[in-house]
C-alpha cells in the first residue's frame, strides 16, 4: 500500500511538473533565481547589511521551497539556486555598502549653477523608479497572458504565459525604468530635488534601478505563480467575467 502510495504521488508530480512547465522549466528556474536574487538585494541595498540581505534571501528560498518544491519536486535545484542568490546578494550588499548614503556632492551646471546631490538620494531614486516601472509592467504581462493564453485551465500554468510576465516585468520594465529615469532625473537636475544628473548618477541609473526592477519584477512573477497553481480558479474568472 505504501509503496502504491508513493508510485502514485510520483506519477502526479511528472504529470504536474509535464502539464505545467512542459519543456520549458528553465523558465520557472529563472523565475525563482529573479524572485530570490531581487529581494535579497533589494534589502541590500536598503540597509547594506549582508546579515538582512542574505536573510532575507533565505526567507525566500524556504517559503518557496514550501510553496513550489512540494508541487515540482527537485529539492536540490531549488537549495542549489537558493544557495547561488544568497552569493549573488552577498556580492551586491557588499558592493552597496561602499557608498556613503549620508555624502553629498556639489555639482556646477552650465546655466543652472551648482546643484547639491545625495547619494543616498540617488540610490533611492533608483530603487524607487525601478521598482515602479517593473510592477506596472509584470502586471501588464499578467493581464497579456491571461486574456491571449488559449490553455489556461484548472491547475495548468501556461509556459509561453510565465515567458510573458517574467520578460515584461524585467526586459520591458528596466527600458520603461531608464526612460522615466531620464525625465524625472532631469526634472531633478533643475529643481535640486537631490539627485539625477550630476555626480552619482551612475549609481542611481545603472546599479539600484535594475536592482528594483529585478526585486518587483520578480516578486510579481512569484505572485503570479502561486495564484495560478494554488487558486487558479479564481484567477481563470477575474480576466474571463
Known sequence: MA????????????????NTLGN???IFWLSYLCFLVGAGSLAGAITTNWYISVGITLLGCGSSCWLWATRVGKWRIFLAL?????????????????FTYNSSHVDTFWLI???VLWVGRQVNFGLIIGSIAATI????????????????GYYFVDTDALLVVLAM????????????WLIVGTLAMFFNWGYGWGSGWYI??????????????GLVVAIYITLR????????NIFRK
Not at 137 to 150: H, K, Q
Not at 204 to 213: A, E, K, M
Request: aromatic residues 10%; charged residues 10%; glycine residues 8%.
Open 229 to 236: 497553481w494554488y487558486q487558479p480558479l479564481w484567477l481563470y
Open 137 to 152: 509592467s509584470g502586471l501588464l504581462g499578467v493581464i497579456a497572458s491571461e486574456t491571449n493564453s488559449s490553455k489556461l
Open 82 to 98: 537558493g544557495l547561488v542568490a544568497c552569493i549573488l546578494t552577498f556580492g551586491i550588499t557588499a558592493l552597496m555598502h561602499r
Open 113 to 115: 549653477q551648482q546643484r
Open 169 to 180: 516585468g524585467t526586459c520591458l520594465g528596466l527600458i520603461a525604468a531608464w526612460v522615466l
Open 3 to 18: 509503496s502504491w502510495l508513493q508510485n502514485n504521488a510520483l506519477e502526479q508530480e511528472r504529470v504536474f511538473i509535464r
Open 204 to 217: 542611481s541609473c545603472f546599479l539600484t534601478l535594475p536592482i528594483g526592477v529585478l526585486a518587483c519584477a
Open 24 to 26: 520549458k522549466i528553465i
